[in-house]
Nanobody
């Protein structure tokens, strides 16, 4: 079964930068859309950014112009470059894949709704 493995969170001062990475492992045959969500304490999980198979991107208004999502299809990895971080960006960030194809033995199977384990991003003022 494919899992999403995240890295790159941490503590940074306001105005600083962080880069999150999320890799699908073991490598799937193909991945549809990938994205990042976040959840702050006491709040609902919210969409941060998505990128589809054609590299079309969408962003939450709160991060437009500061965050950049990208993907490397050969590495089955999605990235989130976060610049000009603000204290309100503090949250647990989750990687998401809506659909992928993977081999199980000789069979190509279809899987949906994959989530990473979450990585903490803390921005101090």
């Amino acid at each position: 079964q494919v899992e999403l493995v995240e890295s790159g969170g941490g503590l940074v001062q306001a105005g600083g930068s962080l880069r999150l990475s999320c890799a699908a492992s073991p490598s799937p045959f193909s991945i549809n859309a990938m994205g990042w969500y976040r959840q702050a304490p006491g709040k609902q999980r919210e969409l941060v950014a998505t990128i589809d198979g054609g590299h079309i991107t969408k962003y939450a208004d709160s991060v437009k112009g500061r965050f950049t999502i990208s993907r490397d299809n050969a590495k089955h990895t999605v990235y989130l470059q976060m610049n000009s971080l603000k204290p309100e960006d503090t949250a647990v960030y989750y990687c998401y894949v809506d659909r992928l194809l993977y081999y199980s033995g000789d069979f190509l199977r279809d899987g949906t709704d994959y989530w990473g384990q979450g990585t903490q991003v803390t921005v101090s003022s």
